[in-house]
């Protein structure tokens, strides 16, 4: 498809378990951001990457949270021994440039549930 | 802490009705989108204001951004069941790093 892609949709994780979820953003664009959305709250802002670079991780809650973008396309979050509090939907966004001029698309999110 | 607050949190209301959400601040941004998320589905940009004072019109929607760039508002005409949704703002304080409010979601009952 044309729009961002993400996957899985749900992920049920036992507490300790270490979670990897994947974006793939729209083919060709720059900029990658990761958001974790809270049941009844607004997306917060994880982290940001331009291309391969992750010029902004300043919302990770955690050494626990760990995102890369090896090749500047496809984007993993990784989450090593998963807490209930992490919990939440990770969303996804990419836009064509830099400069936040353009839309940013967001893919549908992962709902991560820690049991 | 949320750098954005919108109001109402909620708002249900009858179709035909007028509605203005709010989204204010203490901090100026570079720029400010409005947002509609449906459940199970990611945020769809509505619009982007950019300068102090701009109005910004989209069929029965109007956005507009406060002359300090710290607060916008978004006001539905007439609104219709399919608007029903969560409407998110969310400024931008550098081009890369956008700062969510939690959302006003609306109910329109027909």
């Known amino acids: 498809g044309a729009g961002v892609s993400q996957s899985p949709r749900y992920k049920v994780a036992k507490r300790g378990q270490d979670v990897a979820l994947r974006c793939d953003p729209i083919s060709g664009h720059v900029s990658l951001f990761w958001y974790q959305q809270a049941l009844g709250q607004g997306p917060e802002f994880l982290t940001y990457?331009?291309?391969?670079?992750?010029?902004?991780k300043s919302g990770l809650p955690s050494d626990r949270f760990f995102a890369e973008r090896p090749e500047g396309s496809v984007s993993t979050l990784k989450i090593q021994r998963t807490q209930q509090e992490d919990s939440a939907v990770y969303l996804c966004?990419?836009?064509?440039?830099?400069?936040?001029?353009?839309?940013?698309?967001f893919g549908q999110g992962t709902r991560l549930t820690v049991v | 802490t949320q750098l954005l607050e919108q109001s109402p949190q909620f708002l249900s209301i009858q179709e035909g009705e007028n509605l203005t959400v709010y989204c204010n601040s203490s901090s100026v941004f570079s720029s400010l989108q409005w947002y509609r998320q449906e459940p199970g589905e990611g945020p769809v940009l509505l619009v982007t204001?950019?300068?102090?004072?701009e109005v910004k019109k989209l069929k029965r929607l109007t956005f507009q951004f406060g002359d300090a760039r710290k607060d916008s508002s978004l006001h539905i005409t007439a609104a219709q069941p399919g608007d029903t949704g969560l409407y998110l703002c969310?400024?931008?304080?550098?081009?890369?790093?956008?700062?969510f409010g939690s959302g006003t979601k609306l109910n329109v009952k027909p």
């Open positions: 969310a400024g931008a304080r550098n081009f890369n790093k956008f700062y």
């Open positions: 966004a990419s836009s064509l440039d830099s400069q936040g001029n353009t839309e940013a698309f």
């Open positions: 204001v950019v300068t102090g004072g």
């Open positions: 990457f331009q291309n391969e670079a992750q010029l902004d």
